[in-house]
């Protein structure tokens, strides 16, 4: 925990700023009002590492506050780093400044780097003693790689986490359905521990990967990893670690498609072997999207080599975190305007699923070492230039590849939908045909239609 030192009086500024150190850096403030009593609590605190960063006023009451603060951390021995909020001369010691009137993100901005404090020291202050990890994700693991707790809740005290399996313990799907059964949905790590598991879990899947697959081989373990993946990005957010999780998700999803193993002409095994996993429908219909994808750029004629090598990265991105926000299938289901108007939905699913495009694509701008233009393609999925509802109609004024992946996305919901509607491959292309007359759609259609060979 840090310890800051706020000098001010104007009792909505210094709400807003304990506030936001709190939630930034976990930070203790004490605020005092003016330079004495500033002077005095330097002079109780000195020696003792008190305190960890100085806030000053440039200008309290007419008295320059900073100036005169400023002259006295510069006579002592340990001197704590200092943010004044306004102009100030001052020579002597290095300060960090602010303007009169600021945003709150420039307060951030500049905190973090007052204090030197990283991201991972950030990520370490924001982390909770546990963990929570959906039991689902050790399925296919068999030894424990830290101690694994469960959590129990009581009420008017503090949860319990107790030990159940040991680290190095042996177990399999018996005894992880063992605790599914006692309505258990998570195991607890202690969060310095998490690494350790998502690095198992990363390992698991590549060495997987190294071992000869067939396709329902391959389907299975991307399902696995797309449910990891997807349930720890959104539980944990943007991290180092949640960012090799992703990583491992778009390596698993891609070396299923260049392997040779997943190929244009065992696509009716790939389609029966999706619908034949236990996988959800988010998964079915997000492999199926970077599979149709990945196989349609190289008909483009949008470049070769590194330059079509780079966009199908980026489609696999996509298909993999497009819907990411939506978590039930009723509402990853929804892939037009009349169909978004027709669906039964609450407040909260109607603008989650009204703003998940402009989500994600916030979201992929977050993320180390996604590829440049991911943010695009995801803002315009459904159709609109902000990531907000769905197009009234096809619109040629987006970019080309969010356009293939509109198009293919249709494709593959109807595909998925095969037991309700009766349409194969060639009847539902027939009927975008339909649907979608402009030469960029068409384009896209025409190149599924020949991959496809129908």
Known sequence: MFTVLLVETNGAVIDALVKQLDEQIKAQVSVVPGLDQAKSFLTENQGKGVPDLVIVRAVLDEVPVAHGLLNFVYEQLNRPPVIVMGNVEFSGIEFNCLP????????????????????????????????????????????????????????????????????????????????????????????????????????????????????????????????????????????????????????????????????PHNFGELLKALLAN????????????????????????????????????????????????????????????????????????????????????????????IPAGVDIILRQHHGTTNGVGFADGASGSLSGLAILFIVVETFTHMLLDFQVLQLGPKAILKKMERDYTLASYRKVIDAMAEMLKV
């Open 100 to 263: 009169d009137r600021f945003k709150i993100s420039e307060f951030s901005k500049i905190v973090t780097k007052a204090l030197h404090v990283s991201r991972k020291e950030l990520e370490a202050l924001h982390r909770p003693p546990y963990t929570g990890i959906s039991i689902k994700n050790f399925y296919g693991m068999d030894k424990c790689e830290c101690d694994v707790f469960i959590r129990i809740s009581k009420k008017n005290c503090d949860d319990q986490y107790v030990k159940r399996l040991h680290t190095g313990d042996n177990f399999d799907a018996v005894t992880l359905q063992k605790y599914e059964s006692m309505g258990l949905l998570e195991f607890y790590v202690r969060s310095d521990d998490l690494s350790l598991v998502l690095s198992a879990f990363e390992q698991k899947a590549l060495k997987q990967l190294d071992e000869k697959c067939v396709v329902a081989e391959l389907v299975q373990i991307g399902s696995h990893q797309f449910e990891v993946g997807q349930d720890l990005l959104l539980k944990l957010g943007v991290s180092d670690v949640t960012m090799r999780i992703v990583d491992t998700n778009i390596k698993v999803m891609t070396n299923a498609l260049v392997s040779g193993v997943v190929a």
């Open 278 to 369: 236990k996988g959800g429908y988010n998964y079915k219909h997000s492999f199926l999207l970077a599979f149709l994808c990945s196989t349609i750029i190289p008909k483009m004629e949008w470049g070769k080599n590194d330059q079509m090598k780079s966009n199908i990265e980026k489609m696999i991105y996509v298909s993999f975190m497009h819907d990411i926000h939506l978590q039930e299938e009723k509402l990853v289901r929804i892939h037009s305007k009349s169909a978004f108007e027709m669906m039964a939905l609450t407040p909260q699913e109607h603008e989650l699923v009204e703003y998940h495009a402009n989500k994600v694509s916030t979201l992929a701008l977050s993320m180390p070492r």
